[in-house]
């Protein structure tokens, strides 16, 4: 069992920033991709950002390029998000996602493992 813990998340005004991280503490860290996804009230999940070990290349959603930036300190094993310029539709749980099969990063039925969520929530 693989288990990846988020934290960072938290209550903010549109504007403001935050910064998720995730560990993963298993050799799952050291596979291909991991990514971001973040499930809006009342809307399925959706892919925020991932990025891929072998070469480093990170990938967003267009609705956050520009404000979100995804990172991973390898020593440490974790993933981060941090998240700026934040907006009311950002509000959503974010979770890690591991054990990448290949196939577009932004499908979250490719990944294996999940963390638990961590909510943010972006106030006008």
């Known amino acids: 069992q693989v288990h990846l813990v988020e934290s960072g998340g938290g209550s903010v005004q549109a504007g403001g920033s935050l910064r998720l991280s995730c560990a993963a503490p298993r050799d799952e860290y050291k596979k291909d991709c991991m990514g971001w996804f973040r499930q809006p009230p009342g809307k399925e999940r959706e892919g925020v950002a991932a990025?891929?070990?072998?070469?480093?290349?990170?990938y967003y959603a267009d609705s956050v390029k520009g404000r979100f930036t995804i990172s991973r300190d390898n020593d440490k094993k974790t993933l981060f998000l941090e998240i700026s310029s934040l907006k009311h539709e950002d509000t959503a749980v974010y979770y890690c996602?591991?054990?990448?099969?290949?196939?577009?990063?932004?499908?979250?039925?490719?990944?294996?493992?999940w963390g638990q969520g961590t909510q943010v929530t972006v106030s006008s």
């Open positions: 996602a591991a054990g990448f099969s290949g196939g577009q990063w932004y499908e979250s039925g490719l990944y294996h493992y």
């Open positions: 990025i891929y070990n072998r070469d480093g290349n990170t």
